[in-house]
C-alpha cells in the first residue's frame, strides 16, 4: 500500500496520530525535503529507506514507489501540510492507476491553519469575511485567467498566499490594483509552527518592505484582510439570543460584547 501523507506545517508533532502510526510502520518513506521538517523521519523504524524528493523527478518518485509497493512493501510520500494545497500529487496518483497500485491519502494540517495559530486569529469572523482565499502569485506556475491576484483582491475575503515571498513588491501592487488600501492589515507568517516561526503584522503597503527588513525570501505565508483587525460582529451561533437544536434563547444572558471589541 503506499500512502499519501500530510506531515502538517513544521513541527514534529503536528503530523496527525494516523501518519506517525504509518510513518513507523513504513519500510520506505519518500519526503518532500525542502519543506518537510526531518524530524520527522525520526519517527521511522530502523532499515526504513529513505529518499527526498526535493533532488527526484515525479518519474524518479514513481519509479522508486512503484517496485516497492509491487513488493508488499508499505511506502509513505511524505508531503507537507496538507498534499492536497499545492502538493502536486494528483500527477502522482494518476501514474500510479496506470500500475493498477492502490493508494490512500492521509490528510495534515496545512500550513494555512498553523499561521492563523501564529497570529491567534480567526480567518472568518462576521461581518468581516466569511470566505478564506488560498492562492498565489504567478510563477513558473501560470495562473488561470481571472484568478489572478488582482481579481481575488476586489472581494475582500480573508487571502493566504502561498509560495510569493520571493515576489512580494508585485504582491503587493496587485493587491493595491484590486482595491486594496496601503493601510488595510496584512501579516506574514514566516515557517509557521517551526522552532524558528517568525509573525510580523504589517499593512497591504509594507509587506515588500517588511519582510525585506526582516530577511524573509520563503518559505512564508502572506495573509491580508479585515480578520487581521479588531472590528468584527460576535457569532449567532454562541450568541445567547439564538436558539439552536441544541439550547434555548435566553437574551437575559446576554453580555454587551466580547472585551476585544472595538467598533469603527
Ligand atoms: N501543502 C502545503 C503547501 C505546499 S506549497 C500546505 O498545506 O501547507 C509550499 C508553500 O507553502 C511555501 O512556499 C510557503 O508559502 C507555504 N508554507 C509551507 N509550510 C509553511 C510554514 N510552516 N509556514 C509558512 N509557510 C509555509
Not at 519517527?43 to 518518485?61: D, F, Q, R, W
Not at 506556475?141 to 472581494?155: E, M, N, S
Amino acid at each position: 500500500m503506499i500512502y499519501f501523507i500530510g506531515a502538517g506545517p513544521g513541527a514534529a508533532d503536528l503530523i496527525t496520530v494516523r501518519g506517525k502510526e504509518l510513518l513507523e510502520k513504513a519500510d520506505l518513506i519518500i519526503y518532500a525535503g525542502s519543506l518537510v521538517n526531518p524530524a520527522l523521519l525520526q519517527y521511522a523504524k530502523p532499515g526504513c529507506k529513505i529518499m527526498n524528493s526535493a533532488v527526484m523527478t515525479l518519474e524518479e518518485v514513481i519509479a522508486a514507489m512503484v517496485p516497492a509497493a509491487q513488493r508488499g512493501e508499505l511506502v509513505v510520500r511524505l508531503h507537507t501540510g496538507d498534499p492536497s494545497v499545492y502538493g502536486a500529487h494528483r500527477e502522482q496518483m494518476d501514474m500510479l492507476n496506470s500500475y493498477n497500485l492502490d493508494y490512500e491519502i492521509v490528510p495534515g494540517v496545512s500550513s494555512f491553519c498553523a499561521a492563523a495559530a501564529a497570529l491567534k486569529a480567526e480567518y472568518t469572523l462576521p461581518d468581516v469575511s466569511q470566505s478564506v482565499i488560498i492562492t498565489r502569485m504567478e510563477g513558473r506556475t501560470g495562473v488561470p485567467p481571472k484568478q489572478k491576484i488582482v481579481d481575488y483582491a476586489k472581494h475582500h475575503a480573508t487571502m493566504v498566499i502561498f509560495l510569493s515571498a520571493g515576489m512580494l513588491e508585485k504582491l503587493q501592487k496587485e493587491l493595491m490594483a484590486g482595491g486594496y488600501k496601503a493601510d488595510e492589515p496584512a501579516a506574514i507568517v514566516y515557517k509557521a509552527s517551526w522552532p524558528d516561526q517568525r509573525v510580523f503584522r504589517c499593512t497591504v503597503g509594507t509587506i515588500a518592505e517588511t519582510a525585506a527588513k526582516n530577511n524573509i525570501h520563503n518559505l512564508a505565508l502572506i495573509t491580508v484582510g479585515g480578520f487581521l483587525g479588531s472590528a468584527y460582529e460576535r457569532s449567532e451561533l454562541y450568541n445567547p439570543t439564538f436558539e439552536t437544536g441544541f439550547r434555548k434563547a435566553d437574551a437575559s444572558k446576554l453580555q454587551v460584547k466580547p472585551e476585544t471589541k472595538e467598533t469603527e
